[in-house]
């Protein structure tokens, strides 16, 4: 029970040692003084609250909110000493804000922990007690033996023990968690490969040491002791025998394995990031201005003290006549007294500080992320899917973003792999039809006709049908389970049964490739493998694999082909494969693949060599030898490779798309147009992740591609920055591009962090590949923390984006094949790469004017609302007399003046959607907190600060020297005085934001007349009846008197006119003189909008066509 209440309040128990010991099956030693460790349970947990702590935490969170935590002050204020407004006008808005923000806060938390539920209560089969047990994935024990299915992901970290599989090997794909959507084989220790059946596995004695959890993916050591008759065996463990949480199982029936790492210290896990609350820009600037108002409020507050008492010095003004002091006044502390004088200004004047604003940007924030879901251009009609908001904190940031950090795979592209041109003995072919067209011709013969392919076409072809690592599997995946010739299930070269799997798409791409035109890889059985050449079956022996590596660029096998002869096939860059090729077309081949290139297509070079028997022999002599080797093994296996291929026969070349997302570069130039750098962050090769920034227009094929790759120390690493930094200094012109390898990568952010900052900020485009999940979140926060302290937004498709997208200031999950990890822990979610565009350069820019007008205009007319209540103290002695009506002081912010703005920031647009996403430049005049900088917040509040001096002193000459303005000669009092200005003030702020507003609608319209109208409407009801429910009602009739004056309705129209005509007067000299590019846009999205406001509020595809049939 203590275990698990310390689980719920979020504290997890140390570990008691570096190693754990996982007993499998959990068959613990008989021996009494055992005592078992201590593993967390399998629950996977992305909520930020739980039952218990959702009230504290939440309030904690609330209250670091300064205007939140002033109010709260105030309150307890109120309650303690006699003030001149009641507790209500400051508890009750301060709970209906903390309610509200706590209800929709707590309603998104709900989601996540629905969306964990679903994970957690997955059904899943473990062995126990003899038999296959199903259960939910959250009662997983380390210990336990789980069953895997084929396509199931697996729900712990399992060591494999065995597969359906006679050798133990299984193939899993680990796209959510390293991008790579390869096939990879991973191995069962012989002594447990054995144990197929669930009798068998509870037979099993068997104990696996390892570290305890890190998040290292591909870093895993540990032993495993077999216990088998008496002796016990021991063997290593590596990665290679390890399934990591959220990887899938693939061409396997079935698995078993023993989970050894679960729930949150699963690998998976610990590379999410732990979510904490993000807080956006606007809220800090808001948090900012917040502080300078309260100091405003403070020096109010002591001049105001002051002077009372300063004031108070003549005795005629300390006690006079009329307002005698009780016995207990007399004899108070002086200091007591003060300090009590302090605090009644206090809460007076607290009014500045609007705690509605707070309600507003919350309404703001969570009704205006309905836009997003509803926007048409947001969704994607093929898979069904609408943009959604997770966290609707962020809306304004959205406009904002400095760096865009993307993942490559299922990102920016679609993770298909497609073939599109070849090139064999220097004529260049393309398939059509599933035929190879030469180059300039069509393809004109008969449909069903056997295509005539000459010598050089089918070894060409039979080499990229041989030369792989592709294993197939057959649809019903058990047709193998029943014996025999595996051959057998692929009837013909045509079969629909078979499925590809490779270690790379490409070689997948050009397998299927082969098999369409007419040279089949049907399957490989143990050294066997057999191909079908226009249904005729070949089989061909696999003597050796000479396995890719990064050094090399290149792979071969060796086979012996059905005549008995040995040959050589190879493939890999041109760049590792012609410089050693001695026949053959070479350098017609060179310029096809420099077209294909440009083209954008990933190319290969595909060479062969024959050897006598001779050469054989001592080929194979040289293989046995460095294999075997003890001492040197890599290096020796190097030379042993360089030395067989060589003098190589070229064949040909082919060039294979990796298809990108629909519009992927035309996003990606709009970003960089709006001045937002492009970061690619992916796990895959470094080749492979080159090709696709190239393609996508990441980098540009004029750009000067600097390259920080294989550093193995780290005065190495220093020394290549600096050469780096030097290029780029000598080299003013040419745009420059940064490749960085994850493993160069660590050692520059451990020594060397400030010279990679200033490499990375001079390069255009940056691109990041084999990196590991956490290593993504470190790049992010690198640029987060940095002294310009940017904007930065994250966006993947899998579960190993999901560190980076929690850890920069917005993160957008893509709704792809790779599991819904990514969306569950985003901000936003959207089905395409293509949407990111409107979403920043549309929806970022509309969310980040209207909020920041929305902000500036609260503090502007909260100024105009107090300033006067602090000059009307110097005309009544600083008595603390209020110079409104405390329902007018309660309403003011809730009724008269709240609708306007909060319809303002919902409906707002600057400019036409349209023009917004033709012109990405406009982005860059909101960037940087533009419209809240200090200069624009200065104004607001001067601004503020004039209006009200122009209310309170228009009034007064007025009234303060003949406040006889009836016909019968009636005197006006210090209330109708304070309802004049009142009335001068709601009418002057509602129309100060008519003036700022550029897109009106009937909801514009309704509630900024509407608000005035129905401030008349209260005013002569609060003022015309007696209400039985009130002790005092110092109105009564008072709104009716000041309305009979003509004096006073001409008052209104002057005073209302004064403060806002030189408004106009500015507005119009800019927009003439000094139009910023914004206001030229509005000039031109005038046009384009041909006056109908309706258009401009529908999304953008059907704007376009009203727009078409109207012209």
């Known amino acids: 029970m203590l275990r698990w209440i310390r689980q719920q309040l979020g504290f997890d128990p140390p570990h008691q040692s570096d190693t754990r010991t996982v007993y499998v099956a959990n068959r613990f030693p008989q021996h009494g003084h055992y005592i078992p460790q201590r593993f967390a349970d399998n629950r996977i947990i992305s909520s930020k609250y739980t039952i218990w702590n959702f009230v504290p935490k939440n309030l904690f969170e609330q209250f670091r909110r300064i205007a939140n935590f002033y109010f709260l002050i105030i309150f307890l204020v109120q309650l303690m000493i006699d003030t001149p407004t009641s507790p209500v006008t400051s508890g009750l808005p301060l709970f209906f804000v903390i309610t509200v923000t706590a209800i929709k806060q707590g309603y998104e938390d709900w989601l996540r922990h629905k969306a964990d539920n679903e994970v957690n209560g997955a059904p899943v089969f473990v062995v126990r007690s003899g038999s296959l047990v199903q259960t939910r994935s959250k009662n997983i024990r380390v210990g336990d033996i789980v069953r895997v299915a084929k396509d199931e992901t697996f729900p712990a970290d399992l060591v494999l023990l065995s597969s359906d599989r006679a050798d133990g090997t299984c193939h899993i794909t680990t796209a959510s968690l390293d991008g790579e959507t390869n096939l990879k084989t991973h191995f069962s220790v012989a002594e447990t490969s054995v144990c197929q059946s669930v009798s068998q596995l509870e037979a099993l004695q068997a104990v696996v040491e390892c570290q305890q959890p890190e998040a290292d993916l591909y870093r895993y050591v540990g032993r495993i002791t077999v216990t088998q008759h008496g002796e016990e065996i021991v063997r290593p463990l590596g990665p290679e025998n390890l399934l990591l949480r959220g990887a899938r199982l693939k061409n396997t029936k079935e698995i078993f394995g023993v989970a050894v790492y679960t729930g949150m210290e699963s690998k998976m896990a610990l590379n999410y990031k732990c979510k904490s609350q993000k807080r956006s820009a606007v809220e800090k600037s808001m948090n900012t201005f917040l502080i300078i108002y309260l100091g405003i409020l403070l020096f109010e507050a002591i001049l105001s003290t002051i002077l009372k008492y300063a004031w108070q010095a003549e005795d005629k003004w300390d006690e006079p006549f009329y307002n005698q002091k009780t016995e207990q006044e007399r004899n108070s502390s002086p200091i007591l007294q003060f300090i009590s004088d302090f605090l009644a200004f206090l809460v007076l004047y607290n009014f500045i500080i609007p705690i509605s604003l707070y309600v507003t940007v919350e309404m703001q924030k969570f009704l205006g992320s309905f836009f997003i879901g509803w926007d048409l251009d947001l969704y994607h009609e093929e898979s069904d899917q609408k943009a959604q908001v997770n966290t609707s904190d962020l809306n304004e940031e959205l406009g904002q973003v400095e760096y865009v950090f993307t993942d490559k795979t299922g990102t920016l592209t679609e993770n298909e792999m497609q073939f599109r041109e070849c090139s064999i003995n220097g ?41 792989h690592t592709v294993q197939i599997s057959y ?14 299930h692929a009837n013909g070269f045509s079969s629909n049964h078979m499925e590809y799997y490779a270690s790379s798409p490409d070689e997948k791409a050009l397998v299927e490739a082969a098999k369409r035109i007419g040279v089949a890889f049907t399957g490989s059985n143990g050294d066997t493998m057999e191909i079908k050449t226009f249904g005729k079956s070949e089989k061909y022996k696999l003597l050796h694999v000479l396995e890719f590596d990064a050094d090399r660029r290149r792979m071969s096998v060796i086979l012996q082909t059905p005549s008995g002869g040995k040959v050589l096939f190879t493939k890999g860059a041109e760049s590792a494969i012609l410089p050693f090729t001695t026949g053959g077309e070479i350098e017609k081949t060179r310029l096809h693949v420099d077209e294909f290139a440009l083209k954008g297509l990933r190319t290969l070079v595909v060479a062969c060599r024959h050897f006598s028997p001779e050469e054989y022999i001592d080929v194979d002599r040289r293989l046995n030898s460095a294999r075997t080797a003890l001492q040197q093994r890599e290096e020796r296996l190097q030379e042993a490779f360089s030395y067989i291929e060589r003098d190589l026969q070229l064949l040909g070349a082919t060039g294979v798309e990796d298809k990108l997302q629909d519009k992927v570069q035309e996003t990606i130039e709009a970003l960089r147009l709006a001045g937002i750098k492009v970061w690619v962050l992916t796990g895959d090769k470094h080749e492979t992740a080159v090709s696709v920034s190239l393609s996508c227009g990441h980098f540009h094929r004029t750009m000067n591609i600097l390259e920080l790759l294989q550093q193995r120390s780290d005065n190495e690493c220093a020394e290549q920055l600096r050469r780096l930094a030097r290029r780029i200094k000598e080299d003013h012109v040419i745009q420059h591009g940064l490749v960085v390898d994850g493993a160069s990568l660590s050692l520059a952010l451990r020594e060397h962090e400030k010279l990679f900052m200033e490499v990375c900020k001079n390069c255009s485009a940056v691109l990041c590949c084999r990196m590991a999940p956490l290593q993504k979140a470190k790049v992010v926060r690198l640029l987060k923390t940095s002294p310009e302290k940017p904007i930065t937004l994250a966006i993947g498709d899998g579960a190993n984006d999901v560190s980076m997208i929690q850890e920069a200031h917005v993160g957008i999950g893509i709704m792809g094949k790779e599991g819904r990890q990514a969306v569950r822990n985003s901000d936003y979610a959207i089905a395409r790469f293509k949407f990111l565009a409107k979403l920043l350069l549309v929806h970022g820019h509309f969310y980040y004017i209207r909020i920041a007008t929305l902000v500036q205009y609260f503090f502007y007319k909260n100024v105009c609302f107090i300033t006067p209540q602090f000059l009307y103290q110097f005309f009544c002695l600083f008595s603390q007399q209020t110079l409104y009506d405390s329902v007018y002081l309660t309403l003011y912010n809730i009724c008269f003046t709240s609708l306007p703005i909060l319809v303002y920031s919902l409906f707002e647009q600057l400019v036409h959607p349209h023009v917004l996403q033709n012109k990405p430049g406009l982005y860059r005049d909101i960037s940087k907190n533009s419209l809240l900088s200090f200069r624009t917040f200065l104004y607001w509040t001067l601004l503020g600060f004039c209006h009200a001096f122009v209310f309170f002193f228009g009034s007064y000459i007025l009234m303060g020297e003949d406040t006889t303005l009836m016909g019968n000669g009636q005197m006006f009092g210090n209330w109708t005085f304070g309802t004049l200005v009142f009335t001068v003030m709601v009418i002057t702020v509602t129309l100060k934001l008519a003036l700022e507003t550029h897109f009106w609608t009937w909801m514009n319209h309704f509630v900024t007349w509407g608000s005035i109208a129905f401030y008349f409407i209260f005013s002569l009801f609060y003022g015309g009846i007696i209400w039985p429910f009130l002790h005092t009602q110092d109105m009564y009739f008072v709104f009716v008197q000041l309305l009979s004056s003509g004096s006073a309705w001409f008052a209104i129209i002057i005073i209302v006119i004064t403060c806002l005509f030189p408004d106009v007067v500015k507005k119009v000299f800019y927009r003439h003189v000094q139009p910023t590019s914004t206001q030229k846009s509005q000039m031109y999205s005038n046009r384009v909008a041909i006056g109908d406001d309706f258009i401009a509020l529908q999304p953008l595809s059907r704007a376009k066509s009203q727009l078409g049939k109207i012209r």
């Open 427 to 467: 004529t260049k072919y393309r398939e059509v039809n599933g035929k190879l067209v030469p180059e300039g011709l069509t393809d004109d013969s008969p449909d069903g006709s056997t295509p005539h392919l000459i010598g050089e076409e089918l070894l060409f072809l039979k080499a990229v049908s041989l030369c």
């Open 475 to 488: 649809d019903p995946p058990d047709c193998l389970s029943g014996g025999g010739d595996p051959f057998s």
